[in-house]
């Protein structure tokens, strides 16, 4: 266990509350996974654990909600007083939550079994609803009915669905029928926290398993309009992985999910890229003109989607020290100026030079190049 996890939980102990970590970290820990992120729950109400650590940074934004976050280490560890949650008038976000002083109905109001169980070294295990056992049998199961749990909360569907991928598991069969037939409510959800976990989901290791099972789920929260059934053949790479599985969707449903300009940025060079050719030197043209970098995830993406570049003479040129682009010439804008060329006259000069190294009409050499100048030059 954390050190500092088990430290919290020694200094509420010792003024009096109780308090045990739960959640994922215990999950992960069964799972002999390691885990940085230790939430803690606790007998003591936000006051009282403020007052316990009153020699430690705390941070009190989620202190309405019970949630207190201590920092140790400089890290963030979030102790939550035990709760109830009443009425989900919005299918997502408790009407009021009840402070209470028994872990018992804190544990009732967790989503699935396996991350319903608590731990201290003090009382070991606390596993109310069989989370031991669904953790040993890859099992993801919502705590009580799964109706009555998605109803509540609809979050918890795509949740479902992430926690499967995420640790190689399978949806238990009511678990399942509930989150096909709920799935429509998945519209009430803010993109937001729609996008995080379809983030995880798609990276997980059992993504493909996952998708093709529950692919109409899937379906009421993004318009599946790709190959669906390759995205664990991309790189793993959320941009890749998305556009692999919208298509052509992609820009709206990143619109949509709100995502930040890198993957937006990404997903747009996917999606417009064309064929990668077949010939050596336009290969070289198409990688200059796209830049190193795009370049990369656009070949990387073509030949795990489409199957192009077959040969891998694309990657090995990207990989290689070939010139490909005006930096890695061996003459620089600066020698051009010594030669009495201005401005823009340039940078196209350095443009038709690369292009005929790339052609493999001129050597990339100092002299070759500044011979070939001189040719041009004459010609003006
Ligand atoms: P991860 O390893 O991704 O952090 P986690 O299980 O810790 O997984 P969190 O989203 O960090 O997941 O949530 C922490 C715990 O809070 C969960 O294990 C679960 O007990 C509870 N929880 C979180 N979200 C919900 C929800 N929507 N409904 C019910 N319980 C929830
Ligand atoms: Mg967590």
């Given at each position: 266990?954390?050190?500092?996890?088990?430290?919290?939980?020694?200094?509420?102990?010792?003024?009096?509350?109780?308090?045990?970590?739960?959640g994922?970290?215990?999950?992960?820990?069964?799972?002999?996974?390691?885990?940085?992120?230790?939430?803690?729950?606790?007998?003591?109400?936000?006051?009282?654990?403020?007052?316990?650590?009153?020699?430690?940074?705390?941070?009190?934004?989620?202190?309405?909600?019970?949630?207190?976050?201590?920092?140790?280490?400089?890290?963030?560890?979030?102790?939550?007083?035990?709760?109830?949650?009443?009425?989900?008038?919005?299918?997502?976000?408790?009407?009021?939550?009840?402070?209470?002083?028994?872990?018992?109905?804190?544990?009732?109001?967790r989503?699935?079994?396996?991350?319903?169980?608590?731990y201290?070294?003090?009382?070991?295990?606390?596993?109310?609803?069989?989370?031991?056992?669904?953790?040993?049998?890859?099992?993801?199961?919502?705590?009580?009915?799964?109706?009555e749990?998605?109803?509540?909360?609809?979050?918890?569907?795509?949740?479902?669905?992430?926690?499967?991928?995420?640790?190689?598991?399978?949806?238990?069969?009511?678990?399942?029928?509930?989150?096909f037939?709920?799935?429509?409510?998945?519209?009430?959800?803010?993109?937001?926290?729609?996008?995080?976990?379809?983030?995880?989901?798609?990276?997980?290791?059992?993504?493909?398993?996952?998708?093709?099972?529950?692919?109409?789920?899937?379906?009421?929260?993004?318009?599946?309009?790709?190959?669906?059934?390759?995205?664990?053949?991309?790189?793993?790479?959320?941009?890749?992985?998305?556009?692999?599985?919208?298509?052509?969707?992609?820009?709206?449903?990143?619109?949509?999910?709100?995502?930040?300009?890198?993957?937006?940025?990404i997903?747009?060079?996917?999606?417009?890229?064309?064929?990668?050719?077949?010939?050596?030197?336009?290969?070289?043209?198409?990688?200059?003109?796209?830049?190193?970098v795009?370049?990369?995830?656009?070949?990387?993406?073509?030949?795990?989607?489409?199957?192009?570049?077959?040969?891998?003479?694309?990657e090995?040129?990207?990989?290689?020290?070939?010139?490909?682009?005006?930096?890695?010439?061996?003459?620089?804008?600066?020698?051009?100026?010594?030669?009495?060329?201005?401005?823009?006259?340039?940078?196209?000069?350095?443009?038709?030079?690369?292009?005929?190294?790339?052609?493999?009409?001129?050597?990339?050499?100092?002299?070759?190049?500044?011979?070939?100048?001189?040719?041009?030059?004459?010609?003006?």
């Amino acid at each position: 266990m954390d050190k500092n996890a088990k430290f919290i939980i020694e200094m509420l102990n010792n003024h009096g509350f109780e308090a045990y970590a739960v959640g994922g970290a215990v999950r992960d820990m069964i799972m002999d996974r390691m885990s940085d992120d230790w939430d803690i729950t606790t007998s003591a109400l936000p006051h009282e654990t403020k007052t316990v650590f009153s020699d430690y940074p705390v941070l009190e934004t989620g202190v309405k909600h019970g949630t207190v976050g201590v920092v140790i280490d400089r890290t963030v560890y979030e102790v939550t007083t035990y709760r109830t949650e009443q009425g989900y008038a919005d299918s997502r976000h408790p009407d009021s939550v009840t402070f209470v002083r028994d872990i018992e109905s804190d544990l009732a109001r967790r989503d699935f079994t396996v991350n319903a169980i608590a731990y201290s070294d003090e009382n070991g295990f606390v596993d109310l609803y069989g989370g031991m056992e669904d953790i040993k049998s890859k099992r993801i199961k919502t705590v009580g009915n799964p109706f009555e749990r998605f109803s509540e909360d609809a979050l918890r569907i795509l949740r479902a669905l992430r926690f499967a991928s995420v640790l190689g598991f399978e949806i238990e069969e009511n678990t399942a029928n509930a989150a096909f037939q709920l799935a429509h409510t998945l519209k009430k959800v803010s993109p937001e926290r729609i996008y995080v976990e379809l983030k995880k989901l798609l990276l997980g290791i059992n993504a493909q398993n996952v998708i093709d099972k529950y692919k109409d789920v899937l379906s009421a929260v993004i318009k599946i309009n790709g190959n669906p059934e390759l995205v664990s053949q991309m790189p793993d790479e959320i941009a890749m992985r998305l556009t692999c599985l919208c298509g052509e969707y992609v820009t709206e449903a990143l619109g949509f999910l709100k995502a930040d300009n890198y993957v937006k940025h990404i997903c747009s060079l996917l999606i417009n890229s064309s064929r990668i050719p077949e010939d050596r030197t336009e290969i070289k043209k198409y990688i200059s003109k796209l830049g190193r970098v795009d370049a990369l995830s656009v070949v990387t993406y073509r030949r795990s989607r489409y199957g192009e570049d077959k040969n891998g003479v694309a990657e090995q040129i990207l990989m290689s020290y070939e010139c490909l682009f005006v930096q890695d010439l061996e003459i620089k804008g600066n020698d051009l100026l010594e030669l009495g060329f201005k401005g823009k006259s340039i940078g196209l000069l350095l443009d038709k030079l690369l292009l005929s190294v790339i052609e493999g009409k001129i050597e990339n050499k100092k002299e070759s190049l500044l011979a070939a100048v001189k040719n041009i030059d004459n010609r003006q």
